[in-house]
């Protein structure tokens, strides 16, 4: 994705690593996006009812709240249903996958991430 086409674009990223949080915010800040960041499931809900992202990556085995609690009470906040939910993680087993698709993820990728990968995969989730 071009500078130009992630410019104003927020994406909220939700991890409770903080050297996975760098290495994301890194990458997609040279792509241009604004990035906001929570640590655990419950700020996750928080910073998304505030800053009002345009896309969130969320790692499901978080602390406080897990990612599909955090996720579901993101989706029943007013104008989020259409927001895009990546889930994050490193869990690969198909009982993961299947929540996190009952929980309203739009896509599910696992750890260690494919940077430029998961950028096409934003880029195509916010078309």
């Known amino acids: 994705m071009t500078e130009k086409n992630s ?7 939700v991890e ?6 760098y290495f994301m915010r890194l990458e997609l800040e040279q792509l241009g996006y604004r990035i906001v960041e929570a640590d ?3 700020k ?4 998304a009812e505030r800053e009002r992202p345009d896309i969130i990556l ?5 602390p406080i709240m897990d990612g599909i609690a955090a996720t579901e009470k993101i989706r029943a906040c007013d104008g989020f249903n259409t927001v895009p939910v990546i889930a994050v993680t490193a869990h690969q ?3 993961f996958r299947a929540d996190a698709q009952a929980a309203g993820f739009n ?3 696992t750890k260690p991430i ?3 990968w998961l950028s096409e995969l934003i880029e195509g989730l916010l078309v």
């Not at 409770?16 to 949080?21: G, N, T, Y």
């Not at 969320?58 to 978080?62: E, Q, V, Y």
Request: net charge negative; hydrophobic share 40%; charged share 30%.
């Open 16 to 21: 409770d690593s903080e050297d996975a949080r």
């Open 58 to 62: 969320m790692d499901l085995s978080l």
């Open 40 to 42: 655990n499931g419950e």
């Open 93 to 95: 087993e198909t009982d």
């Open 114 to 116: 494919d940077m430029p």
């Open 44 to 47: 996750a809900v928080e910073v």
């Open 7 to 13: 410019q104003h674009r927020t994406v909220l990223i």
């Open 107 to 109: 896509a599910y990728v």
